[in-house]
């Protein structure tokens, strides 16, 4: 059974920065994709940031110069997230899916990904 975990989220003033983890376990496939979204209350989920197990990344426009997502082996990943505004205050997902490197590139929704973390709260204030 596949388990994510997500931590790291808080408070913090506009201008700071979180580092947000996720951890996935029971995962067995060799080939993924793994996602960071977030959602707002009334909102769609809003994919921000995608990793494949080759390496290959994507980030949203919206917080390229900001955001950057990483991971250390095949099962921790990380969103770190700078120069934080106010607009980026929004319950952070983590989510994983089978994949190949193309299909990540495109999986910009939510019902894209299988597997998914409970969420990990960041609050901007101004």
């Known amino acids: 059974q596949v388990h994510v975990v997500e931590s790291g989220g808080g408070s913090v003033q506009a201008g700071g920065s979180l580092r947000l983890s996720c951890v996935i376990s029971?995962?067995?496939?060799?080939?993924?994709?793994m996602g960071w979204f977030r959602q707002t209350p009334g909102q769609e989920r809003e994919r921000v940031a995608s990793i494949h197990s080759d390496g290959s990344a994507r980030i949203t426009d919206s917080v390229k110069d900001r955001f950057t997502i990483s991971r250390d082996n095949a099962k921790n990943f990380y969103l770190e997230m700078n120069s934080l505004k106010p607009e980026d205050t929004a319950m952070y997902y983590c989510?994983?899916?089978?994949?190949?490197?193309?299909?990540?590139?495109?999986?910009?929704?939510?019902?894209?990904?299988?597997?998914w973390g409970q969420g990990t709260q960041v609050a901007v204030s101004s």
């Open positions: 029971g995962y067995t496939q060799s080939s993924y994709c």
């Open positions: 989510a994983a899916v089978p994949s190949t490197p193309r299909y990540c590139v495109n999986a910009y929704n939510h019902e894209q990904y299988r597997y």
